[in-house]
């Protein structure tokens, strides 16, 4: 009976995260309409500050950036995929961040890679 309830509980608990990866890897249709090309993330992001609610990101024209906020703060270069995906390499750990924006009705907002959820981006 115990060896029973044990094989259900683990075969529920694979079907939950398969049932999540399946999830986090779609994409709608109006994300792919909405999803900016490299040129348009150049022209709204680069050079110019911006932020997502909590720190202050700015992509300079120069290839490098930074992120600051209340606890925290990164330095680092960035360049732009033909697919309009923005990647950034913190010259501190030389970890690799993706960033893949969207127009979001008025606004903005951005898949980020490592913490795999979206964002608000607002403009400065």
């Known amino acids: 009976m115990r060896t029973m309830t ?14 999540l990866s399946l999830m986090a890897g779609q994409t709608t249709a109006a994300d792919n309409t909405n999803r900016l090309t490299a040129d348009q993330v150049r022209d709204i992001f680069v050079g110019r500050e911006w932020g997502q609610g909590v720190g202050i990101f700015m992509f300079s024209k120069d290839g490098t950036y930074r992120y600051d906020d209340s606890s925290m703060s990164a330095r680092g270069t960035w360049q732009i995929a033909n697919n309009g995906v923005l990647c950034t ?6 970890r690799r961040t993706c960033y893949t924006f969207y127009r979001d009705g008025d606004g903005y907002r951005y898949w980020h890679d490592r913490s795999a959820r979206y964002w608000p981006a607002y403009l400065r």
Not at 6 to 19: D, H, N
Not at 89 to 94: A, I, P, R, V
Request: a positive charge; zero cysteines; aromatic letters at 0%.
């Open 6 to 19: 044990m094989r259900r509980s683990m075969i529920a608990a694979l079907a939950a995260v398969a049932l």
């Open 89 to 94: 390499k913190n010259s501190g750990t030389g």
